[in-house]
């Protein structure tokens, strides 16, 4: 996903105060202290919202309490392509608490929304819900049933009868190859892109590799399945969401309902993982906004594990093919990486795996090309680090075979092919400390004990493998605004339409406030997840932390202006009189600069002195020239044992390290947690996550987390997370320095398991997940 | 899931008379509860039968344990008797689902549990013997990754999918059955019915019967027996191929033999080919090897589950090492 500057969300009222790369140093100037100062900015920091979570009063999406609600249930077309014949409702109509019934033949107009990642109105899938009586995939929404209990719902779709006229499905890439098309471009990214000369170069390569690599389909499975909540109060619409953009819901399902912004109010305090599945609008959202609208109630729908099989994306299977060309010192001469994926007939998402290999390591000659094929299934959409992820998974276990025919240390190899500037964007790095990754990781890890031969390392009959592999994720920021109020007693709240995701926003947010004004964590307030607060950006592609984060420190020092302003102008104040610059604060006094702290005035003081409620800060901030000089890219490294039972084809992770650079580690504590969720996620992508379809019809065969399986405790090792922790000079010019977490960690995982089980065994398999089924060689 | 009524029963005799048509006993309900959510199963009543007192771990004068079919899998596993004396019982119980779904199984309903076939559970499915017989079976020709290779017929192919059973069978079981007709008494082996052409009938339970007791005999290799169980991650998943052996021996000697399958057959499968293969031999890991051979020998793979064939293999092979060497 490339970096937009505006998203249209009401832009005006937000001048642009950031002038860029100039401004970078500007934040020493300003009245705040510096940052990692006495706060709790960059230490560890438990979970702002903690105890509400585990004491069960969070309230997601379908906990909101609303009198008289009334319970939707969706019914999902059994077959993958045709026609909607015939809804007959007949017998539902008489069940008991039966409300309503909608379809393509009884829904209100819906609008396509404009489509725009910009404009913050980006649909999941173009096609509106009901909009014919077109099925283009298994799983797509045919009706909604109302009724007033959930139970009556439930029962009274079940009576629904619905007859198809039926037309043969396409489900297995090879079969639909008669589609396949070359997408142009991915959020901006140009998907066929090269440099120098690709074919020649590996034609003359000394040491050449060429092989392909596959990825199955994948759902994000987070814990909390998506729901939707809907009442109208007049014309006005408040929807309960579980989204990672409130404010891209509010454009969308108001575009989508042809009724003004202003009208819809989307509210989504917490969110029980997303991971990519609740970053655009899906059509639940406007079902339940249509469907209150229709009977007059609120009304709910949860959706359930099967439908979040279809219902909000997933990853596409990739194929790719990744050839090498490398001279015998290792540099490489020559890369290409070829990628085949698939998208759905009715929009179009491409896993983007070829991006990444533009700029990852220094060559001169390198091409990618992407491809689809248009399938039966749902529209694919971002999953934790759509395309770096699959891609490095391929990119990163090429790596390793070329490692291996130039019998150098994989780790070696890439340090020989260490890329010091973007030569893609032939910009350079705002900063990057890759080499560090591999080295504190590599330490920790005990790599230089590995003996390089595979099948060479064993623990009894156990075969032992050790695998690496490079992580990496851009790092992205777009515009976000924020508010700080310092309250009478001294205490403060900040709010910002962003999304906690479970990631740490709650926390981050309160740990700059705290930082900036000197209040302890526990006497501030961050409330976000609200689209009527200011602006912020969809939480995806890792950039929540570099929009709202600096955003908030503008909105602390503007607050704190204020307060200081309020000070001198006050005739019983001991600064009356004084110039602002002469003020500063500590630990939330402001006093005259030069004199103890004491002989100044807690803000409480301040406010109370002139009566006042609150003094407020407003901080919007975008990025800027900085994005036109620097790349911003974080790197890391993974490393992983694994070890294998040949007897019983049983393969086990039981080792992780990985080390990150992301720039300024904010929060310690939620920052190795977003490690150890990227590399379990992993751990799962690499040895058993694959929804699977039936290829003569299209249905999906294990749409439940018994038949998808995901790792387990179990399943998961002893896992060290290591962070540079040097922050990025460019990035914001409010000194945070933070180029955000949520996905790189996941990056790599696959490709090292792989690798280290190619180690452990002599076997290379291209084909994930690395399943029993594929180890009974071993 | 569709309306149904509830009573509660509070002794067999009322579990008994409280059956109407189309009733179900519900004991801990996690496979009865799950099948109505998804239409699968659709009882017009359900009778309660966790208050009877059928819930004891009895040793027996004869030294034979009687364990009551509402007895949880969780205590089951952790009974001493049970660990000391019949270890592959409480090694496959603990294999099993998790914690949580262990704490409210019962070893009644987990006997009956039914298949995972992915094709049974989706009504969506009309192709479905099992479901609804005489439609056809979508799994013949779909996505049969975790069929059977043994036992099956070209009506159906589906798993039995529990582990607990597999190891009863390995300990010689009996079950005991009441019904309107009095009581009785099945072999483990006989309990379960391979799917012919009548795959809705599962065991030789018939309507309004209930299950009272399981019996494990006292028996010379009871004790020297172990469960491996494979599959895709390493707890909380449905077993791809797992065995349960159990092995009288005479220091090197195979006096005798119990060796069964989960996982691979439409049953829990107990191969007398495999055991005839050892008894009177010597425990080695040839004579382990070619006993598996000998247990697969007439296994037929499905276009996506021929893997199985050699992970049943390994995994009797392992359960074999592990027993021998206790
Ligand atoms: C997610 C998940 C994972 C699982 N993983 C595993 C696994 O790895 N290995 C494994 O072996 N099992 C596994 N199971 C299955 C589990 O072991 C069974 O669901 C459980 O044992 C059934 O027992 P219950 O008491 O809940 O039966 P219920 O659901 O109450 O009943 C099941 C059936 O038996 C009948 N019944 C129950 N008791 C009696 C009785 N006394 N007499 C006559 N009929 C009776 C009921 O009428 C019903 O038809 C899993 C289940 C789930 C949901
Ligand atoms: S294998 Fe058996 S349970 Fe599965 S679809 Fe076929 S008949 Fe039904």
């Known amino acids: ?778 | 899931m569709q309306p149904f009524s509830f009573t509660q029963a509070r002794s067999e005799d009322e579990a008994m008379a409280q059956l109407r048509q189309n009733s179900r006993f519900i004991a801990g309900g996690t496979t009865l509860v799950d099948l109505m959510k998804l239409d699968v199963e659709t009882p017009a009543h359900l009778v309660d039968i966790n208050a009877l007192s059928l819930n004891k771990i009895e040793t027996l004068a004869d030294g034979s344990l009687r364990i009551g079919a509402m007895v949880r899998n969780s205590d089951l596993a952790h009974d001493a008797a049970v660990i000391k004396n019949f270890p592959v019982l409480s090694q496959a119980l603990l294999a099993g689902a998790s914690a949580q779904l262990r704490n409210m199984a019962t070893t009644g309903g987990n006997l009956l549990q039914r298949t995972r076939c992915y094709y049974f559970r989706d009504p969506a499915y009309a192709a479905c013997n099992k479901r609804r017989p005489g439609s056809g079976c979508a799994a013949l020709e779909g996505f049969n990754r975790i069929h059977a290779v043994l036992g099956g017929s070209e009506h159906c192919v589906a798993t039995h999918p529990s582990d607990m059973a597999v190891a009863m069978v390995a300990l010689d079981a009996v079950v005991h059955i009441r019904g309107p007709k009095g009581e009785r008494q099945v072999k483990i082996e006989d309990f379960h019915k391979l799917p012919g052409t009548t795959p809705q009938i599962e065991t030789v339970v018939e309507p309004g019967e209930l299950i009272t007791y399981v019996t494990l005999p006292k028996s010379a290799f009871s004790t020297r027996s172990a469960y491996v169980k494979l599959r895709d991650r390493a707890s909380y998943e449905f077993a791809l191929a797992s065995a349960a052996v159990a092995l009288d021996l005479n220091g090197k000697t195979i006096r005798s033999a119990r060796l069964a399958l989960g996982g691979v057959a439409t049953k829990p499968w107990r191969s007398h080919e495999a055991e005839q293969a050892l008894t009177g031999g010597q425990a080695s890991d040839q004579a382990f090897r070619a006993a598996a051979e000998a247990a697969m020998k007439s296994a037929r793979p499905l276009r996506y589950n021929g893997f199985k064939i050699e992970l049943a293999k390994m995994a009797l092979v392992r359960a074999l090492n592990e027993a021998a060497q206790l």
Request: glycine share 8%.
């Open chain 1, 1 to 778: 996903m490339q970096d937009t500057s505006g998203q249209g969300q009401n832009s005006q009222q937000h001048p642009t105060d950031t002038t860029g790369v100039g401004a970078a140093a500007d934040h020493t100037s300003n009245r705040l202290p510096e940052l990692s100062g006495n706060g709790s900015f960059g230490r560890p920091t438990p979970r702002h919202d903690g105890t509400l979570k585990v004491t069960g009063q969070a309230r997601y999406a379908a906990d909101h309490p609303i009198r008289r609600v009334v319970h939707a249930v969706a019914i999902q077309s059994t077959i993958a392509n045709g026609r909607v014949k015939n809804i007959d409702a007949s017998a539902a109509e008489k069940a008991p608490g039966f409300l309503a019934i909608l379809h393509h033949g009884k829904a209100p107009k819906l609008y396509r929304p404009s489509n725009d990642f910009m404009s913050a109105t980006k649909p999941g899938e173009i096609r509106v819900v009901f909009e014919d009586d077109r099925v283009y995939y298994a799983g797509q929404y045919i009706a909604l049933v109302v009724a007033e209990t959930l139970q009556q719902a439930n029962y009274a779709a079940s009576l629904v009868k619905i007859e198809y006229d039926f037309l043969h499905p396409v489900i297995d890439t090879d079969q639909a190859m008669n589609t396949v098309y070359d997408p142009e471009q991915f959020f901006g990214e140009k998907l066929t892109a090269q440099r120098g000369d690709p074919d020649g170069s590996y034609a003359a390569a000394a040491v050449k590799h060429e092989a392909t690599y596959s990825t199955p389909l994948e759902h994000h499975n987070p814990m909390e399945p998506s729901a939707s909540m809907a009442e109208w109060n007049g014309d006005e619409l408040t929807l309960y969401e579980t989204t990672q953009w409130v404010v891209g819901a509010r454009n969308t399902v108001a575009e989508t309902l042809g009724v003004p912004q202003e009208k819809v109010h989307i509210v989504s305090p917490f969110i029980g993982g997303g991971f990519g599945c609740k970053g655009f609008i899906w059509p639940h959202s406007v079902l339940s906004a249509i469907a209150s609208r229709q009977v007059g109630r609120p009304v709910k729908l949860n959706l359930t594990r099967k439908q979040m099989f279809s219902a909000c994306g997933h990853r596409s299977e990739t194929r790719q093919k990744v050839r090498l060309g490398a001279a015998a010192d290792g540099k490489l001469t020559s890369i290409f990486h070829d990628t085949l994926v698939q998208t759905s007939p009715v929009d179009e998402f491409i896993e983007s795996c070829g991006t990444t290999t533009e700029m990852l390591y220094s060559c001169p000659n390198v091409g990618i090309a992407h491809h689809a094929v248009r399938v039966n299934i749902a529209t694919p959409t971002p999953m934790r680090a759509p395309g770096e992820n699959p891609g490095t998974y391929a990119l990163e276990s090429a790596l390793d075979e070329l490692a291996y025919k130039l019998k150098i240390d994989p780790v070696e190899l890439r340090i020989r092919n260490h890329a010091d500037t973007n030569e893609h964007t032939k910009q350079p790095w705002s900063s990057k400390y890759l080499k560090d990754c591999y080295r504190m990781a590599a330490e920790k890890f005990g790599w230089s004990k590995r003996n390089p031969e595979p099948r060479s390392m064993r623990d009894g009959k156990l075969l032992v493998g050790w695998g690496m592999a490079t992580a990496t994720y851009p790092g992205m920021r777009n515009p976000g605004a924020a508010k700080v109020r310092i309250l009478q007693d001294g205490s403060a709240t900040v709010v910002s339409a962003t999304q906690d995701m479970g990631g740490g926003t709650y926390t981050t947010m309160v740990q700059v406030v705290s930082d900036a004004l000197g209040i302890p964590v526990e006497r501030i307030q961050s409330t976000l997840g609200d689209s009527m607060l200011p602006p912020a950006p969809v939480s995806g592609g890792s950039m929540t932390t570099a929009s709202v984060l600096p955003a908030i420190r503008k909105a602390c020092e503007q607050a704190l202006t204020k307060l200081v302003q309020t000070a001198i102008g006050d005739e019983n104040s001991p600064m009356h009189g004084k110039k602002e610059d002469e003020i500063t604060a500590q630990n939330g006094r402001v006093f005259v600069k030069g004199s103890s702290p004491s002989s100044g005035n807690t803000y409480a003081e301040v406010l109370a002195s002139k009566k006042m409620a609150a003094v407020e800060g407003e901080g919007f901030l975008q990025p800027g020239e900085e994005r036109k000089k620097y790349a911003f890219q974080s790197f890391g490294a993974q490393f992983v044992e694994v070890k294998i039972d040949p007897e019983i084809a049983r393969a086990r992770v039981t080792r992780v390290v990985s080390a990150f650079d992301v720039g300024k580690v904010v929060n310690p504590t939620t920052a190795r947690s977003q490690g150890y969720s990227g590399i379990i996620m992993g751990i799962g992508m690499a040895l058993m996550e694959h929804t699977i379809y039936d290829d003569r019809d299209g249905s999906i065969v294990n749409s439940n987390l018994a038949d998808y399986a995901v790792p387990v405790n179990a399943d998961v090792p002893d896992l060290e997370v290591l962070f540079v922790d040097k922050p990025d000079p460019y990035i914001d010019d409010q000194g945070i320095g933070a180029r955000g977490i949520g996905e790189i960690t996941i990056t790599g995982v696959a490709a090292a398991v792989a690798n280290a089980v190619y180690h452990a065994t002599g076997q290379r398999i291209r084909d994930l997940p690395i399943t029993p089924d594929k180890l009974l060689q071993v």
